[in-house]
Antibody, heavy 124, light 109 residues
Framework: QVQLQESGPGLVKPSETLSLTCAVS????????WTWIRQSPGKGLEWIGL??????????????KYNPSLKTRVTISLDTSKRQFSLKLRSMTAADTAVYFC???????????WGRGTLVTVSA | QSVLTQPPSLSAAPGQKVTISCSGS????????VSWYQQLPGTSPRLLIS???NRPSEIPDRFSGAKSGTSATLAITGLQAGDEADYYC???????????FGGGTKLTV
């Protein structure tokens, strides 16, 4: 059974960088696509981006795709040795306050395993 | 404004059938698989349908997906109180090179 668990700060100051990690158990991060999605309070789901293993000997690498609206501020990376992937979102504002989910995409577009989500609030 | 358009809300009585629509364009639904998710209050989304009409083994056959052209639908038959949730469609948009979600439909049973 695949399990994903997000971790990171619940509070970030405006202009700072958010760093979240998603720990994966029950599956190898060397396969499939590993995804970040967020949900602002009372709003719908927004895809942030994904990372997949590009086969490099560097354990901290990956091929990425990002939401065009966030592309200039986001970096998603993969650490196969630690079985986790990470999100960095720079220049945070109040509009970035949301529950952040990590999820697995098997490649058919279906996100079949999700973390519980972590609420990130942007406030001074 | 979401790339995929869903009705904001629907309601139906227990036992009835409901169909949730998801309208897109040639660059997304017209050329990609569609997935559907159920989000119960306070929980993570759950995959109901992948590859437009494939149901994970744990999802009851009351849930089904279909697509025609640039629109997709999720049908739920034999509605139960436990089906009351938000439902989202999603697909890949080739023009945006991004996964896109519908705005979500709140289903009241």
């Amino acid at each position: 059974q695949v399990q994903l668990q997000e971790s990171g700060p619940g509070l970030v100051k405006p202009s700072e960088t958010l760093s979240l990690t998603c720990a994966v158990s029950g599956a190898s991060v060397a396969f499939d696509y590993w995804t970040w999605i967020r949900q602002s309070p009372g709003k719908g789901l927004e895809w942030i981006g994904l990372v997949s293993d590009n086969g490099s000997s560097n354990s901290d690498s990956g091929s990425t795709k990002y939401n065009p609206s966030l592309k200039t501020r986001v970096t998603i990376s993969l650490d196969t040795s630690k079985r986790q992937f990470s999100l960095k979102l720079r220049s945070m504002t109040a509009a970035d306050t949301a529950v952040y989910f990590c999820a697995r995409d098997r490649g058919d577009g279906g996100l079949d395993s999700w973390g519980r989500g972590t609420l990130v609030t942007v406030s001074a | 404004q979401s790339v995929l358009t869903q009705p904001p809300s629907l309601s139906a009585a227990p036992g009835q059938k409901v169909t949730i629509s998801c309208s897109g364009s040639f660059s997304n639904i017209g050329n990609s698989y569609v997935s559907w998710y159920q989000q119960l209050p306070g929980t993570s989304p759950r995959l109901l349908i992948s590859e437009t009409n494939n149901r994970p083994s744990e999802i009851p056959d009351r849930f089904s997906g279909a697509k025609s052209g640039t629109s997709a639908t999720l049908a739920i038959t034999g509605l139960q109180a436990g089906d009351e949730a938000d439902y989202y469609c999603a697909t890949w948009d080739g023009s945006l090179a991004s996964m896109v979600f519908g705005g979500g439909t709140k289903l009241t049973v």
